[in-house]
């Protein structure tokens, strides 16, 4: 495995390679294409997109937002990385289920499904309720770039309660992020997102296994506030990228879905990332993550990856 200042200089020439070739893009990454559902990349001009200085995204209208630089991608800089993405779906959650009546339900489970590239250009979030209920409810929301839905993503919300007197099996704490230095995770990873995190390892960041603290100066979207869930799941797909078991000049592994369970909402403004990588033998893996805040576990996180030689 190479090191990171290895990666560093060879990553220009991995997405020059990418980019010379036909491309589906899942999670960040791109795909060759090869089966049905893969699409051709078409010539398109070169945009010049304002550059915001305080959010990975703006808001167009009640449904639509214009990403920004700051969500460009690891894989290749020129799409979204998913992790911004996936926190805003949870802030059009937080929106439709503010619309209406509180009914005391939380967000305790999200599952995405990515389905085709992530440009970084506008999209469109739809929210809806696929199964209502007092004590459980379904909803679901899909992203559309460009006419086409790129992401499929269903949320559990639970009823609350008090169940303190049973509450029990967490991990321990982790080191707090005040205690420890940052490191430099843009020597690994391109991209205006991985450039935007404040990323913090308990310990030095080891082939397929880290724990560590991300934290991000940037809004989620400009001039409105985001719950604190939402901030929080804005930063758990980056699992994928703190924990490389294989360098990324050479191996390929996007994930094509996310789930986060929370047996606990989280708090305050850091997302603990505590990450194993494995790859299989025949060409998948996982990533799976125990998630904290600065308070101790609040939930898991899985990551389906498909694995693959540049």
Known sequence: MRTPSSWALRRSRVVARRRSKHVLCTGGATERLGGAGYVRDRPTRKETRPLSTGSYYERIDEHRYKATSHAGGAWDPDEQHFSPLGGLVVHAVD?????????????????????????????????????????????????????????????????????????????????????????????????????????????????????????????????????????????????????????????????????????????????????????GPTGQGVTSTVLHDVNGPVGHAQQMLTVRPQ
Do not use: K
Request: charged share 20%; aromatic share 6%.
């Open 95 to 279: 929106r439709y289920t503010a619309a209406r009546p509180d009914n005391g339900l939380v967000l305790s489970r999200i599952s995405f499904d990515i389905l085709g590239r992530l440009a970084l250009d506008e999209c469109e979030i739809q929210v809806a309720t696929v199964r209502p209920g007092r004590t459980i409810e379904l909803v679901e929301a899909v992203v559309v770039i460009a006419g086409r839905p790129v992401v499929r993503a269903r949320a559990w919300l639970l009823a609350t309660g008090d169940t303190g007197a049973v509450a029990g099996g967490d991990a321990a704490p982790l080191t707090p992020p005040g205690e420890l230095a940052p490191w430099p995770m843009a020597a690994v990873w391109p991209g205006g997102y991985i450039a935007s995190l404040d990323v913090r390892p308990v310990a030095p960041p080891r082939p397929g296994r880290t724990t560590a603290w991300v934290s991000t100066g940037l809004d989620l979207v400009a001039g409105e506030p985001a719950g604190a869930l939402a901030s929080y799941v804005a930063l758990v797909d980056t699992a994928n990228g703190i924990a490389v078991r294989e360098s990324p000049a050479d191996w390929m592994f996007p994930n094509v879905d996310l789930t986060v369970h929370l047996h606990r909402q989280p708090e305050g403004r850091w997302t603990g990332l505590d990450t194993t990588v494995t790859f």
